[in-house]
């Protein structure tokens, strides 16, 4: 079974670009979840789809949103990007939803985003 | 609010020496999960366990073992007997009624052969 993939692995963009992330969840799984990881913040969780439908969503400005499709294939989206938003960017797919606690999730191996 | 504290933030052993990675959770939830994740160099989070808060059982798996002890709110994860491809950052996490899942900041263990 193929496991989450996500395209571009590596981005660079300039201050005030936007960009635009892809996530393919594992076949079968409807729930996917993004996440910023920084050295300095760690790990933070931005939001998470289910079925086409934000679920939940983290402490993060609007300039950060998604979506979701019906084949549950999702888009991250950073608009006027700041220097601060270089990370990784990482999707994570289960098959249930998020407030199925008991889910556990798998994760792509991240887009690398640098603004320069 | 959730936190989780992972207090150790790097660990070097040398190969085959048993080492523990101590994680520390707060809650107010009395349903919640536990999980512990491997990040290796590539990037790539690796699902390792989960653990449910009515569930204090020891599970062993090879040479991973977890001890969840709700008294002292820890779940703490050891590698027996370490190698090199252990080598990679920890993370344990804490999900619960927010349906937000937190992570602890990671424990970095090197392994030297």
């Known amino acids: 079974k193929a496991g989450v993939t996500q395209t571009p692995r590596y981005l660079i963009k300039t201050r005030g670009q936007q960009v635009t992330l892809s996530c393919s969840p594992i076949?079968?799984?409807?729930?996917v979840s993004w996440y910023q990881q920084t050295p300095g913040q760690g790990l933070q969780f931005l939001f998470e789809y289910f079925s086409e439908t934000q679920r939940n969503k983290g402490n993060f400005p609007g300039r950060f949103s998604g979506r979701q499709f019906s084949n549950s294939r999702s888009e991250m989206n950073v608009s006027t990007l700041e220097l601060g938003d270089s990370a990784l960017y990482l999707c994570a797919s289960s098959l249930g939803r998020g407030d199925t606690i008991s889910y556990e999730q798998y994760f792509g191996p991240g887009t690398r985003l640098t603004v320069t | 609010a959730q936190k989780v504290t992972q207090a150790q933030t790097e660990i070097s052993v040398v190969e085959k020496e048993d080492v523990t990675l101590d994680c520390v959770y707060e809650t107010r939830d009395t349903t919640y999960y536990l999980f512990w994740y491997k990040q290796p160099p590539s990037g790539e989070l690796v699902f390792l366990i989960r653990r449910n808060s009515f569930d204090e059982q020891n599970e062993i798996s090879g040479r991973y073992s977890w001890n969840f002890q709700k008294s002292t709110s820890s779940f703490n994860f050891t590698i027996t007997a370490s190698q090199v491809v252990d080598s990679a950052v920890y993370f344990c996490?804490?999900?619960?009624?927010?349906?937000?899942?937190?992570f602890g900041r990671g424990t970095s263990l090197i392994v030297h052969p």
């Open positions: 076949s079968g799984h409807r729930s």
């Open positions: 996490a804490l999900k619960g009624g927010s349906y937000i899942p937190t």
